[in-house]
């Protein structure tokens, strides 16, 4: 999830999507933006993403939290 995407952001967009009564709203999402500080990691937490993602992509650290997550569904 993009955290700046206009209109509606990743944090107002992610707590939409968690507040739904439906099974997609546990689906794993991962704030994804080049601030990477401790604070925006917290924020992340309490609107209820599961990680987050630096930009530049490091494609090995999203196949770690892809699958850490797939492994904690099981």
């Known amino acids: 999830m993009d955290i700046q995407i206009p209109i509606m952001d990743g ?3 992610t707590k939409v999507i968690r507040k ?3 099974v997609d709203a546990n689906l794993p999402i991962f704030a994804m933006s080049a601030n990477a500080f401790l604070e925006d990691q917290r924020r992340l937490l309490e609107v209820g993403m599961n990680g987050h993602i630096n930009k530049p992509v490091d494609y090995d650290e ?3 939290l892809i699958g850490e997550q797939m492994y904690l569904r099981k």
Do not use: H
């Open 62 to 64: 999203v196949r770690r």
């Open 11 to 13: 944090w107002e967009a």
């Open 20 to 22: 739904r009564p439906k």
